[in-house]
């Protein structure tokens, strides 16, 4: 199983950016789709981001567009570039791995469901 550990969170002004890093050991990087979720205080954990073996990318609504997700399988790492950062991008950041298929649609992969193995999780906090 692989093992995921994230980085990179922390305080930031309105308007401004951070890059989260997700890096993974134990199993082939590349056999894994890859996504990022966020949980907020009171909140459900919603997703974020995901990209597969093959790098399709898709994101959620409120941050397409200022999100944006990659990856690097020398280095067996998953970024998640955030720009234009808001309050309600507040949250505590996951990143997950999924041995399950991509079925070729918008919204395979995005749900918690389908990640086996999260990370311990990264706080981003926006102040306005």
């Known amino acids: 199983q692989v093992q995921l550990v994230e980085s990179g969170g922390g305080l930031v002004q309105a308007g401004g950016s951070l890059r989260l890093s997700c890096v993974a050991s134990?199993?082939?990087?590349?056999?894994?789709?890859m996504g990022w979720f966020r949980q907020a205080p009171g909140k459900e954990r919603e997703f974020v981001a995901r990209?597969?073996?093959?790098?399709?990318?898709t994101y959620a609504i409120s941050v397409k567009g200022r999100f944006t997700i990659s990856r690097d399988n020398a280095e067996n790492t998953m970024y998640l570039q955030m720009n234009s950062l808001k309050p309600e991008d507040t949250a505590v950041y996951y990143c997950a791995a999924s041995s399950r298929a991509y079925d070729g649609s918008s919204y395979s992969l995005t749900r918690s469901t389908d990640y086996g193995t999260w990370g311990q999780g990264t706080q981003v906090t926006v102040s306005s």
């Open positions: 990209i597969t073996r093959s790098t399709y990318t």
């Open positions: 134990g199993r082939t990087f590349s056999n894994y789709a």
